[in-house]
């Protein structure tokens, strides 16, 4: 059977779940909900959107505890940055710093050992969000074309020297995901795609959500959209090795207009190459 990604406007996301089967399991009073939004420097605005935010803790009105994450990093403290959320949190929804979390256990990352909260052996719900980002600036390109949900389990390592595991980055981000069982609900927010040279970017705002809980798949989407071919996605590759997911876009069904919205980032993209 293939994996359904569902492509929504970012009003409607909400809609995208009735596409998607097993959500009465992950949306359950047993399981905590456990986010892990996608941000690095604060100053960029390049981040998960409060309003998507927003929409998954609606969605999720059945869990109990929703905690919103992140880690320390050469960007600063953990909750600091996850104050561009505070508007969502409550007595429910909780920011919560990785790097301050004492109960931990050994897992081998890229070779090598490291100390990860042990919340993530537990029966939880896992999200992972992040935004779609492309940069041709020479130097970039093979790390930005490694993708958005699955590159955003990096800030799930609690210290703050991540950037060791850069040369080998598609083998730590799988061995990431394996360590946590997985991820169970996969949201690429496209409120806004950041596309081209670091000084010399541009931002194109789609309003929509790419929604599954075939990361990969959603994955394999979201990089279609800005122009990559999934099959030489690193990621996807060291996925597809491991038979984790679905990585070939012409087997996965896509609910929505994708085509529209790569043709529209791809247009934008060519009035800002010379």
């Known amino acids: 059977m293939k994996p359904t990604v569902v492509v929504v406007n970012n009003d409607s996301f909400s809609d995208s779940i009735k596409h998607i089967e097993g959500m009465n399991e992950l949306n359950s009073p047993e399981k905590r909900v456990i986010v892990k939004v996608g941000i690095y420097n604060t100053n960029t605005g390049i981040c998960t959107t409060p309003k998507t935010l927003q929409s998954i803790v609606e969605v999720f009105d059945r869990s109990s505890e929703i905690l919103v994450t992140e880690s320390d990093s050469g960007a600063g403290p953990g909750l600091e940055r996850l104050q561009i959320w505070r508007e969502c949190f409550n007595d429910r929804v909780v920011p919560y710093n990785l790097s301050d979390d004492k109960e931990t256990r050994e897992v081998v990352i890229a070779g090598e050992t490291v100390l990860f909260p042990l919340i993530f052996s537990e029966s939880n719900t896992f999200i992972s969000t992040h935004v779609p980002r492309r940069y041709e600036e020479a130097g970039l390109e093979d790390l930005m074309n490694l993708g958005f949900i699955i590159k955003n389990l990096l800030g799930m390592i609690p210290d703050t020297k991540k950037h ?78 491991r038979g984790l997911g679905e990585t070939n876009i012409d087997r996965i069904e896509i609910i929505g207009d994708i085509e529209s919205h790569r043709q529209r980032v791809g247009l934008a993209f060519d009035e800002l190459v010379p």
């Open 164 to 241: 060791r595991f850069h040369n080998q980055l598609p083998i730590a981000l799988l061995d990431i995901y394996e360590a946590v069982g997985g991820i169970d609900l996969a949201v690429i927010d496209a409120t806004h795609v950041y596309r081209g040279y670091k000084k010399r970017r541009i931002t194109i705002s789609p309003n929509i959500l790419i929604v599954g809980t075939d990361a990969f798949a959603v994955e394999a989407v979201g990089g279609y959209m800005v122009g990559f071919e999934p099959s030489e996605m690193p990621v996807l590759q060291e996925a597809k090795k």
